[in-house]
């Protein structure tokens, strides 16, 4: 049994004031309601109906928010075996585990095996994992729908981002940078 650390809320949408629990793991840091709500004041026009991609899903808070705010469909990506049955077992309990799917796998590898495309990327992978840039790499090249965006939160001044993205948003906090990217 692993041990809960808190929880984070929905802030948003038909699940508001939903408590998604935050499982102790290591890189685990999810979004904080600040950034939550100044992302979803960003993608409030493009939300609705939308087909989302969490990566790196950690509690899936993104994704649930997505959720909660009328995606169509997320699908979470998880490796670690304890998150991402959490994740799927708060989705059931919520009654929506029908608008998601949970991958138990590695996210890279994910990317690179998935043909599917999606209006949305949450791209949130562990500080210092060197995973970001590879990950947008992939997704350029295949998982994002055209007018497609890609969220991504990464510490100030740790990542240069390629110049083929386009930033359409930018906020930070003390210490991270966060975008809401498109191509070209």
């Not at 685990?28 to 979803?40: A, G, I, N, W, Y």
């Not at 998150?83 to 029908?98: C, D, F, P, V």
């Not at 060197?130 to 295949?142: D, G, M, T, V």
């Amino acid at each position: 049994m692993s041990k809960s650390l808190g929880s984070v809320r929905v802030i948003g949408g038909n699940l508001r004031g939903t408590r998604v629990p935050v499982e102790h793991a290591i890189g685990l840091r999810p979004t904080s309601d600040r950034v939550k709500e100044t992302l979803f004041n960003w993608l409030s026009l493009n939300i609705e109906g939308a087909r989302c991609l969490d990566l790196f899903a950690g509690t899936g808070a993104l994704g649930i928010e997505s959720l909660s705010r009328g995606a169509s469909t997320v699908t979470f990506v998880e490796k670690n075996q304890v998150l991402g049955r959490a994740i799927s077992s708060l989705l059931t309990s919520l009654g929506i585990i029908s608008k998601a799917e949970v991958y138990l796998q590695d996210s890279i590898n994910y990317i690179k095996s998935c043909d599917a495309q999606f209006d949305i990327i949450f791209l949130d992978p562990p500080f210092k994992s060197n995973l970001l840039l590879p990950s947008l790499e992939l997704i350029a090249k295949r998982n994002l729908r055209p007018n497609g965006m890609v969220y991504v939160e990464f510490l100030k001044n740790d990542v240069e981002l390629p110049k083929e993205w386009r930033k359409l948003k930018v906020g930070s906090t003390k210490s991270m940078q966060y975008s809401l990217l498109k191509m070209g």
